[in-house]
């Protein structure tokens, strides 16, 4: 029976990403002190998992890597040796490497280089202070250790097939261990032909083998067949006495810590794993919605005046189970947004000791669910806010002990769900944004004149400007501009907004929304003229007809509407697209207000036509980027409308008159 491995290689690489990331979180959390045996045991088992299925895919790279990282474990739960700072360093710079074996393997590339160094750095770290025989490299021993034939009895479990497995590989594994100078196969309880189901397994076969192994290397062969199968291994001819020569030791070889970064691209999540009672739900949905197909169908086919009720109630029936099958359907593509927040603690824990800073992390919400796409995309912009408040926020532990803060800092990730919309927070308790710094900085690149005093909200926007940095000078951490910038053209990819709260001395908080989804949208259908487009929901605060009293010129602003003593800049959606027939007369027509990154700004618009789910279609991918638009929709009646981007809507109102025109 021949089973074709490659079908379930992407199946292997994402679990193993899987245990890579749980064995991180358990290493970290035995690095701050939190010592449970079965924290080593669950990072135990992880690293045999992915050592047991590499050995099964012939990954003998990572095979032989997690064997040294499962030698030292093992060490380390049995008690024999304890874990140290210079051991937890080791144990995550091995995932690290582990992670780059991973994406060498699933690439068809080599090995990282510092492999071999670190398996030896691996195999060191076992040995305690009052070690006696030095530990040696699986490599070391087999050029060491005598040649002696090793018999090998392996009876498999009945139900070996029924779990994937081919017992024939474990026989071509045994090859690579040495040479094969006898196969039998044992008969006894193979039954009748009648009787023979095909998916068990009857034989079991009895190998012997010319090997330099040890025993535990052969064990390992039959790691993931264990359960329920019979395994001896006996030694029928000792083998020689190894030479002292032979006996050096391993040198150690330092490998720097990198700070992690997001998963290589061969391992991100190419699907998603879905729980069996969603799909079930989805399957209870389509039936449902078959019924009411057909029993639509069957009035539509008899129809008479008498029956319009019934056609009503059908097709009612049917809206209500569409719009729960749609529902049901994003919810599949939704993930908790802590399949990211995971990676954080250890970042923290890299630049804080790069830095030479105490930062403590604490992380809220991680279950919140968003749409994956919007996850995947929130990697980066996380990793630059939280560099960013250890380097500029976190003072150095004199500092804060001078202004009787605790010698730890704290650094808060928090997400939630709030008006449709998820929020993440990420606020730190340290020095804050210093304003002077910056309107000075704003000056010397010409922000701003030299007289003018911005606003708090203006001054922190600097920050997000691209190449804008108050850093004294660059460093591996920051000080190129570049950081903040990413962040702003990231969240606004995604639809999303961000902005920025900072108290001297108390800290600094940064706040990002972002929809649900990058799919669907909650819109507000307007018409401008013969013209229909959609503002998403999200952004609108209000609506109004101002009173001509409301409406006011600015001298180099232009129009301007005045809400409640707070002037906002009019935008004439009629003018900026060209559109003739439209209302001119703001006093006539109707204004939007929407806001965005705590700016509001009015839009006038001819009508209301109602509030709508719109499915985005993208333009840049069959016309071009439109500035002010973020992409199309089908309407009901089968037009097109644009929908609206009020992100690039704030760039034009900010411009003078002629330049919106232009556009």
Same mark, same amino acid.
């Given at each position: 029976?021949?089973?074709?491995?490659?079908?379930?290689?992407?199946?292997?690489?994402?679990?193993?990403?899987?245990?890579?990331?749980?064995?991180?979180?358990?290493?970290?959390?035995?690095?701050?002190?939190?010592?449970?045996?079965?924290?080593?045991?669950?990072?135990?088992?992880?690293?045999?998992?992915?050592?047991?299925?590499?050995?099964?895919?012939?990954?003998?790279?990572?095979?032989?890597?997690?064997?040294?990282?499962?030698?030292?474990?093992?060490?380390?739960?049995?008690?024999?040796?304890?874990?140290?700072?210079?051991?937890?360093?080791?144990?995550?710079?091995?995932?690290?490497?582990?992670?780059?074996?991973?994406?060498?393997?699933?690439?068809?590339?080599?090995?990282?280089?510092?492999?071999?160094?670190?398996?030896?750095?691996?195999?060191?770290?076992?040995?305690?202070?009052?070690?006696?025989?030095?530990?040696?490299?699986?490599?070391?021993?087999?050029?060491?250790?005598?040649?002696?034939?090793?018999?090998?009895?392996?009876?498999?479990?009945?139900?070996?097939?029924?779990?994937?497995?081919?017992?024939?590989?474990?026989?071509?594994?045994?090859?690579?261990?040495?040479?094969?100078?006898?196969?039998?196969?044992?008969?006894?309880?193979?039954?009748?032909?009648?009787?023979?189901?095909?998916?068990?397994?009857?034989?079991?076969?009895?190998?012997?083998?010319?090997?330099?192994?040890?025993?535990?290397?052969?064990?390992?062969?039959?790691?993931?067949?264990?359960?329920?199968?019979?395994?001896?291994?006996?030694?029928?001819?000792?083998?020689?006495?190894?030479?002292?020569?032979?006996?050096?030791?391993?040198?150690?070889?330092?490998?720097?810590?990198?700070?992690?970064?997001?998963?290589?691209?061969?391992?991100?999540?190419?699907?998603?794993?879905?729980?069996?009672?969603?799909?079930?739900?989805?399957?209870?949905?389509?039936?449902?919605?078959?019924?009411?197909?057909?029993?639509?169908?069957?009035?539509?086919?008899?129809?008479?005046?008498?029956?319009?009720?019934?056609?009503?109630?059908?097709?009612?029936?049917?809206?209500?189970?569409?719009?729960?099958?749609?529902?049901?359907?994003?919810?599949?593509?939704?993930?908790?947004?802590?399949?990211?927040?995971?990676?954080?603690?250890?970042?923290?824990?890299?630049?804080?000791?790069?830095?030479?800073?105490?930062?403590?992390?604490?992380?809220?919400?991680?279950?919140?669910?968003?749409?994956?796409?919007?996850?995947?995309?929130?990697?980066?912009?996380?990793?630059?806010?939280?560099?960013?408040?250890? &380097?500029? #926020?976190?003072?150095?532990?004199? +500092?804060?002990? *001078?202004?009787?803060?605790? %010698?730890? $800092? /704290? =650094?808060?990730?928090?997400?939630?769900?709030?008006?449709?919309?998820?929020?993440?927070?990420?606020? &730190?308790? #340290?020095?804050?944004?210093?304003? +002077?710094?910056? *309107?000075?900085?704003?000056? %010397?690149? $010409? /922000? =701003?004149?030299?007289?003018?005093?911005?606003?708090?909200?203006?001054?922190?926007?600097?920050?997000?400007?691209? #190449?804008?940095?108050?850093?004294?000078?660059?460093?591996?951490?920051?000080?190129?501009?570049? $950081?903040?910038?990413?962040?702003?053209?990231?969240?606004?990819?995604?639809?999303?907004?961000?902005?920025?709260?900072?108290?001297?001395?108390?800290?600094?908080?940064?706040?990002?929304?972002?929809?649900?989804?990058?799919?669907?949208?909650?819109?507000?259908?307007?018409?401008?003229?013969?013209?229909?487009?959609?503002?998403?929901?999200?952004?609108?605060?209000?609506?109004?007809?101002?009173?001509?009293?409301?409406?006011?010129?600015?001298?180099?602003?232009?129009?301007?509407?005045?809400?409640?003593?707070?002037?906002?800049?009019?935008?004439?959606?009629?003018?900026?697209?060209?559109?003739?027939?439209?209302?001119?007369?703001?006093?006539?027509?109707?204004?939007?207000?929407?806001?965005?990154?705590?700016?509001?700004?009015?839009?006038?618009?001819?009508?209301?036509?109602?509030?709508?789910?719109?499915?985005?279609?993208?333009?840049?991918?069959?016309?071009?980027?439109?500035?002010?638009?973020?992409?199309?929709?089908?309407?009901?009646?089968?037009?097109?409308?644009?929908?609206?981007?009020?992100?690039?809507?704030?760039?034009?109102?900010?411009?003078?008159?002629?330049?919106?025109?232009?556009?």
């Amino acid at each position: 029976m021949q089973i074709d491995m490659n079908r379930f290689r992407e199946t292997f690489f994402q679990e193993s990403a899987e245990h890579v990331a749980e064995m991180e979180a358990g290493l970290l959390r035995l690095d701050q002190g939190t010592f449970d045996p079965e924290l080593l045991n669950a990072v135990f088992r992880a690293a045999h998992s992915i050592k047991g299925s590499s050995g099964m895919f012939g990954f003998e790279d990572i095979s032989r890597f997690t064997h040294a990282l499962e030698s030292l474990l093992d060490r380390l739960r049995s008690g024999e040796i304890s874990v140290d700072r210079k051991r937890s360093d080791l144990l995550l710079r091995s995932t690290d490497l582990l992670r780059e074996l991973l994406a060498a393997a699933s690439a068809g590339a080599p090995p990282p280089e510092p492999m071999q160094a670190v398996i030896e750095e691996l195999y060191v770290a076992q040995r305690s202070v009052e070690a006696a025989e030095p530990v040696r490299t699986r490599q070391s021993d087999r050029e060491t250790q005598g040649v002696r034939l090793v018999s090998i009895a392996f009876r498999p479990s009945q139900d070996i097939f029924l779990q994937g497995m081919d017992p024939f590989f474990i026989l071509r594994d045994l090859v690579k261990l040495g040479e094969l100078t006898s196969v039998e196969a044992d008969l006894a309880s193979l039954p009748s032909l009648t009787s023979l189901n095909p998916e068990h397994c009857y034989l079991a076969w009895t190998v012997r083998l010319k090997t330099a192994s040890t025993g535990d290397e052969i064990r390992d062969i039959f790691a993931f067949v264990e359960d329920g199968s019979e395994i001896r291994v006996n030694a029928e001819q000792p083998g020689m006495e190894s030479s002292p020569a032979s006996q050096e030791q391993p040198r150690a070889h330092v490998v720097q810590a990198a700070v992690p970064t997001a998963a290589p691209a061969a391992l991100r999540d190419a699907s998603i794993r879905v729980a069996t009672s969603k799909v079930d739900k989805l399957v209870d949905l389509v039936g449902e919605l078959v019924i009411a197909q057909s029993m639509a169908e069957e009035i539509v086919r008899h129809f008479s005046s008498s029956r319009l009720g019934e056609l009503e109630e059908a097709i009612a029936q049917m809206e209500r189970h569409i719009r729960e099958l749609q529902e049901r359907v994003m919810s599949v593509r939704m993930l908790p947004i802590g399949h990211i927040f995971g990676r954080f603690p250890r970042l923290v824990r890299d630049i804080s000791a790069q830095l030479s800073k105490n930062v403590r992390l604490e992380i809220s919400g991680e279950d919140t669910e968003l749409d994956k796409g919007v996850v995947e995309q929130m990697s980066d912009p996380l990793t630059h806010l939280i560099r960013n408040a250890i &380097d500029h #926020g976190i003072e150095p532990a004199e +500092e804060r002990d *001078r202004q009787g803060k605790p %010698e730890q $800092g /704290l =650094i808060r990730l928090e997400a939630f769900h709030q008006a449709g919309s998820v929020i993440v927070e990420i606020s &730190d308790d #340290g020095r804050g944004l210093d304003r +002077e710094k910056i *309107r000075r900085k704003a000056v %010397e690149r $010409g /922000l =701003i004149g030299e007289g003018e005093s911005p606003s708090a909200a203006q001054l922190a926007e600097f920050i997000f400007s691209a #190449g804008f940095s108050t850093a004294a000078g660059v460093s591996s951490v920051s000080g190129r501009g570049v $950081g903040m910038d990413v962040v702003r053209r990231n969240v606004e990819a995604l639809n999303g907004s961000v902005t920025l709260q900072t108290e001297a001395g108390v800290g600094t908080k940064v706040r990002i929304q972002l929809p649900l989804t990058l799919a669907i949208l909650d819109g507000l259908s307007v018409r401008v003229g013969s013209q229909t487009y959609v503002l998403p929901l999200v952004a609108i605060s209000e609506s109004i007809r101002p009173a001509p009293e409301q409406l006011k010129t600015v001298a180099g602003s232009g129009e301007v509407v005045m809400v409640r003593h707070q002037a906002l800049p009019l935008v004439r959606l009629h003018e900026l697209f060209g559109i003739s027939g439209s209302v001119v007369d703001p006093a006539r027509g109707l204004t939007v207000i929407v806001e965005h990154a705590g700016e509001g700004f009015a839009l006038l618009v001819d009508e209301l036509l109602g509030q709508q789910q719109v499915v985005i279609k993208s333009l840049e991918a069959h016309y071009r980027k439109v500035e002010g638009v973020l992409g199309a929709t089908i309407l009901g009646d089968g037009r097109a409308a644009l929908i609206l981007d009020v992100a690039g809507l704030v760039q034009i109102a900010h411009r003078p008159p002629h330049d919106q025109r232009a556009a």
